[in-house]
């Protein structure tokens, strides 16, 4: 047999194989360019934007748990304008496309930042994450109710053209009800799971530890919920789903493939390996040829569960 085709499109996006790096965890690339040949990844998610540079939270931000990490970052980034005058010049010489990941605390924020990238040269899509707490909502998160995960996604709709995927928290009952929401606004693909809120504490002097209280865990400890949110959301929707929770290697990405992704984001994998995008992408190839399978879309939504 020759080559397989790992080849996928999700949503407007075409990409030459389905991993992508999930935001927040590869910084702006160009800080793994030299570990990883960016060239040879399917996509990749830039970490999340906002209008105005953001500090984030005080530290300690990071803890270590079983399987995983707890992080609180506070989504600290250098905003829209820096990325666009720092940043882009360097991403836009990749052949790899490149996804914006987007966040306010209101849904004008949200607007205005699909408005100012809608034009840029090298941007292939744009990602909303949706798991922000909305400032006008009293904090609660736009991606925990259908009715604002609707409108933040309706108002990035009617500022741009590009690709659009709606980032999907895992912190709610029915994941299916927020992904047919997200849908309808337009959405042109769903990406989930963010990260699941947690807490950890330092038992000796009785403090959290995390400055934040709590945080958003992810790694291998969540792939089962990321595994079963995804298979949900594939059910509920027509759009393309993207898997992201706990991937650190390929069979962990065949799973997401078997219950419906089209394509899989690797995040706190590349604290461990800054390498585990690519030996992903050549574990895939090396698992269609070695099982005669000639093209990797015929893989995606092929779960056996009896019930057909
Ligand atoms: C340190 C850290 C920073 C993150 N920052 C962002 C972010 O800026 N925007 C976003 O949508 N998700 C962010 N995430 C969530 C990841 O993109 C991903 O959805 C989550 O970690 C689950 O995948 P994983 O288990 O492979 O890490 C972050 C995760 C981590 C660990």
């Not at 604002?148 to 994941?175: C, G, H, Q, W, Y």
């Not at 929401?181 to 990260?195: F, H, P, Q, R, Y």
Request: proline fraction near 6%.
């Amino acid at each position: 047999m020759g080559e397989p085709n790992l080849a996928v499109e999700v949503g407007g996006i075409t990409m030459k194989n389905p991993v992508m790096t999930a935001s927040g965890t590869f910084g702006y690339g160009e800080e793994f360019a030299s570990l990883v040949d960016l060239n040879k990844l399917g996509g990749i998610i830039v970490k999340g934007l906002s209008l105005k540079p953001s500090a984030g939270n005080p530290p300690p931000r990071t803890v270590e748990t079983y399987g995983g990490m707890l992080n609180a970052i506070g989504l600290e980034n250098i905003g829209i304008e820096a990325f666009v005058q720092e940043k882009l010049p360097f991403l836009k010489t990749l052949e790899t496309p490149v996804v914006l990941n987007i966040y306010g605390h209101e849904i004008k924020a949200y607007a205005e930042l699909a408005e100012r990238t809608q034009d840029l040269e090298g941007i292939a899509g744009i990602e909303v994450n949706i798991s922000c707490p909305n400032v006008r909502a009293g904090g609660s998160a736009f991606g925990t109710d259908p009715k604002m995960a609707f409108e933040v996604v309706k108002a990035v709709r009617e500022k741009t053209r590009l690709p659009l995927i709606a980032k999907l928290s895992p912190n709610v009952t029915d994941i299916s009800v927020i992904a047919h929401s997200v849908e309808k606004a337009g959405a042109d693909a769903v990406s989930l799971i963010n990260t699941i809120t947690g807490m950890a504490v330092d038992v000796p002097t009785r403090k959290p530890k995390l400055a934040n209280i709590t945080g958003g865990l992810s790694g291998p400890a969540i792939k089962p919920i990321a595994l079963r949110m995804v298979w949900e959301a594939a059910q509920a929707v027509r759009i393309p789903v993207i898997g992201i929770g706990g991937i650190m290697n390929a069979m962990d990405a065949m799973e997401f493939f078997i219950v419906g992704a089209r394509a899989v984001q690797v995040g706190t994998a590349n604290f461990v390996n800054p390498r585990v995008t690519v030996e992903i992408v050549e574990g895939l190839r090396r698992y269609l040829v070695e099982n005669n399978i000639s093209n990797i879309n015929e893989i995606i939504g092929s779960l056996r569960t009896g019930r057909q």
